[in-house]
């Protein structure tokens, strides 16, 4: 048996309108703006954070024009396309509808906000504005994640019946930083683990069934979780993610026929094996990405990918749309109640 990995269909960068980011952050916006400087035509302009002495030297490293003081005054500049909100997760929802209130499109870190209400609000807002409003989830714009979806599409794994994901590492517990402060949003689910349920959710859609088991730190926080999905065909997901323990950050799609494999990590740029045939007689092809030197270089897809989008005039991403970015959400808000009753 032959087995043929497809090429993926890639988005010029020079082909798409060439905007101007407005961010809000200075923490993963770094490497978000290097990837853009360094792959796309999109441009970073303008720039705050609380630390007026780190965004400075933010701005000066990544060549950043300007630095305001505040939000608003950041809203308020007609040099600014689109924003880009890189803070802590609690702040997503009022930055996020600041910026769409001054007619900004957006793009907001994951997890998109605390809850999936604060999602719909920001989305909705978004809509009934006129302005793209997308959660960077960076994943679904990656060269391999069309790659899958070719695969998925053309029907060689055959009936899929289970996925499995995983993201996980060992964070030293300092309870004032922001993965163990429930103030900051801390907690694996809403840091890590909306890695694996968004990857389930793109090969699956919404479950029906969400079970979970997990830890909570003394902050209060989920510490790690391991959560069992079920949908409506039948079909599984097993996920798993923890601040305490090192896992492997691979994922997996099972089907009748067949299986893919997403090396590690996941949710980066990293490759693909796919095997076919039965066991004993199996037949494996392997795709690597080697477009980047760094993981974090592959974040300028999702730049290049939104800016296609503002082009085409679309108001919610197609590969990654407001309904199932809410319903991620609504799976995040049943597992964590029940990692708490379990603690």
């Known amino acids: ?31 978000f703006v290097h990837a853009i ?5 999109q441009r970073a302009v303008a720039v705050t954070a609380r630390d007026a002495a780190k965004t400075r030297a933010f701005a000066d490293e990544h060549g950043i024009a300007r630095v305001h003081d505040s939000v608003p005054a950041l809203l ?44 719909r609000e920001i989305l909705a807002a978004g809509r009934a504005t006129g302005v793209l ?21 053309s029907g060689v794994l055959g009936e899929v019946s289970l996925v499995r994901a995983d993201f996980g ?19 694996a689910m809403l840091d890590a683990g909306v890695y694996p ?10 479950p029906s069934v969400v079970r979970a088991i997990g830890t909570v730190a003394e902050t209060g926080v989920d510490a790690s979780a391991n959560v069992l999905l079920a ?15 090192s896992l492997p950050v691979e994922a997996s799609i099972h089907g009748s026929l067949g299986r893919l494999e997403v090396l590690s990590p996941f949710f980066g740029p990293s490759g693909i094996r796919l095997v076919l045939g039965a066991l004993g007689s199996e ?34 991403s197609p590969v990654h749309p407001h309904d199932e970015v809410v319903s991620v959400m609504v799976t995040i808000d049943e597992v964590l109640p029940q990692i708490a009753a379990a603690s």
């Open 231 to 245: 949908t409506p065909s039948g079909a599984e997901a097993v996920l798993s993610t923890s601040l305490v323990a």
């Open 37 to 41: 400087h360094a792959h796309t035509a």
């Open 197 to 206: 349920v968004s990857f389930a959710s793109s090969v699956l859609g919404a």
């Open 133 to 153: 409003v997308a959660e960077a989830m960076w994943t679904r714009r990656l060269p391999q994640a069309d790659v899958i979806r070719q695969v998925l599409e």
């Open 1 to 31: 048996m032959s087995v043929q990995i497809p090429q993926p269909r890639l988005i010029d960068p020079a082909s798409v309108p060439a905007l101007r980011w407005g961010v809000i952050g200075t923490g993963i916006a770094g490497r």
């Open 76 to 119: 308020a500049d007609p040099d600014v396309d689109v924003v880009y909100v890189a803070t802590p997760h609690p702040l997503h929802r009022e930055q996020a509808l600041q910026a769409i209130a001054a007619g900004k499109h957006v793009l907001i870190e994951k997890p998109i906000a605390m809850s999936a209400d604060e999602a």
């Open 169 to 187: 590492f060992v964070a030293p517990e300092l309870p004032e930083h922001r993965l163990w402060n429930p103030e900051l949003g801390g907690g």
């Open 283 to 316: 037949a494996t092809a392997v795709w690597r990405d080697e477009t980047f030197e760094a993981i974090h270089d592959g974040l300028g897809c999702q730049a290049t990918a939104f800016a296609s989008y503002v082009g085409r005039g679309l108001l919610e």
